[in-house]
């Protein structure tokens, strides 16, 4: 059992940076894949970007050389660099683990990621 609680999510005007947390507790953590996944109103929950046991990383097209997703064993804790943010990343982020990748049945419950003027 993984549980996880994601933090820093806000308000910020467009252009602006945010970092996201996912802090885990209950298990091993560098075995898991950690992903951050995004839901806008009315819209699909869709990956933004994953972070595997090993490292390798893969991010959605919409968000590349925008976001930055990195993990700190030690800390139990994958976070989200959100630089140059636009408008459309208007969404709740959510955290998600797996064992090695990051589709796993584990999930947070939510941060809300507002981009506005």
């Known amino acids: 059992q993984v549980q996880l609680v994601e933090s820093g999510g806000g308000l910020v005007q467009p252009g602006g940076s945010l970092r996201l947390s996912c802090a885990a507790s209950g298990s091993v953590f560098s075995v898991y894949g950690l992903g951050w996944y995004r839901q806008a109103p009315g819209k699909q929950r869709e990956l933004v970007a994953g972070i595997t046991s090993g490292g390798s990383t893969n991010y959605a097209d919409s968000v590349k050389g925008r976001f930055t997703i990195s993990r700190d064993n030690a800390k139990d804790t994958v976070y989200l660099q959100m630089n140059s943010l636009k408008p459309e990343d208007t969404a709740v982020y959510y955290c998600?683990?797996?064992?090695?990748?990051?589709?796993?049945?584990?999930w947070g419950q939510g941060t809300q990621v507002t981009v506005s003027s």
């Open positions: 998600r683990a797996g064992r090695v990748t990051w589709m796993g049945d584990y």
